[in-house]
């Protein structure tokens, strides 16, 4: 069983950066691949950055390319996603998942962490 803790959402203007982390305790980490998702009120939960487990692969949805950064430190247990540049459009509250593969869909991530909130104005 791996737990999943997310921390270093906040309230920043449009332009700011925040960087988030994802702490694990429980398991095996080193082994899962981990992604960020994120759900706005109204909306549905949708796929922002993924790496795999070596940390060799990542991925990240159209909306944040450029933008946004996901790493990790598996000494430390813990995934990071820096975010440049915030927009509005990126206030949501922003969930890790891990799972046995890097993939988009959040039906495949076994393990999820409660959540931190990003609030981005204008």
């Known amino acids: 069983q791996v737990q999943l803790v997310e921390s270093g959402g906040g309230s920043v203007q449009a332009g700011d950066s925040l960087s988030l982390a994802c702490a694990s305790s429980?398991?095996?980490?080193?082994?899962?691949?981990v992604s960020w998702f994120r759900q706005a009120p109204g909306n549905e939960r949708d796929f922002v950055a993924g790496i795999s487990w070596s940390g060799g692969f990542t991925d990240y949805a159209d909306s944040v390319q450029g933008r946004f950064s996901i790493s990790r430190d598996n000494a430390k247990n813990t995934v990071y996603l820096k975010m440049n540049n915030l927009q509005p459009e990126d206030t949501a509250v922003y969930y890790c998942a891990a799972g046995n593969g890097l993939e988009l869909e959040r039906g495949a991530y076994a393990y999820w962490g409660q959540g931190t909130p990003v609030t981005v104005s204008s």
């Open positions: 429980g398991g095996a980490f080193s082994r899962y691949a």
